[in-house]
């Protein structure tokens, strides 16, 4: 959030905050939940499970 703010002011973090809002939203509907209480770690990978994976496992 500071580094909205430190590069646009009040309009840039009132951006930032508009953007995380959207990767929010994305990322829940991504995984099929439509409210916070619908997070559980049940939706968690573990690290292990990421080989032969394209991602990096220690990201």
Known sequence: MAWGL???GE???RRTMQLLQI???TTMANLGVSG???L???LLRPASAAEGSAWPADL
């Open 6 to 8: 430190a590069a646009g």
């Open 11 to 13: 309009d840039g973090l």
């Open 23 to 25: 990767e929010i939203r």
């Open 36 to 38: 916070m209480t619908d």
């Open 40 to 42: 559980d770690p049940g």
